[in-house]
């Protein structure tokens, strides 16, 4: 429904540097953009997108939260 991502953005951290993600990333065309540490702007982006996605997640999970990672496209 929306197509794939143009940019992602991360904190730098060490699972968001490796050749795995880097080649999935290439694949799709995403750009990868690290946020600068403290600060607070891009942080917030970052945080706003996650709130964003866990509600949506915690409307359309079942009442044990067993199946979140099966809805977590839908929540995409």
């Not at 794939?4 to 953005?9: D, P, S, T």
């Not at 690290?34 to 997108?49: D, F, I, M, N, W």
Request: hydrophobic residues 40%; aromatic residues 10%.
């Amino acid at each position: 429904m929306f197509g794939v991502l143009k940019a992602i953005i991360s904190d730098g951290g060490t699972h968001f540097y490796n050749k795995t993600f880097n080649n999935l990333l290439a694949r799709y065309g995403v750009k990868h953009k690290v946020a600068r540490p403290y600060h607070p702007q891009t942080s917030g982006q970052v945080e706003l997108a996650n709130l964003e996605i866990k509600n949506i997640l915690m409307k359309v999970v079942n009442a044990n939260c067993k199946d979140w990672a099966l809805r977590l496209h839908d929540a995409l």
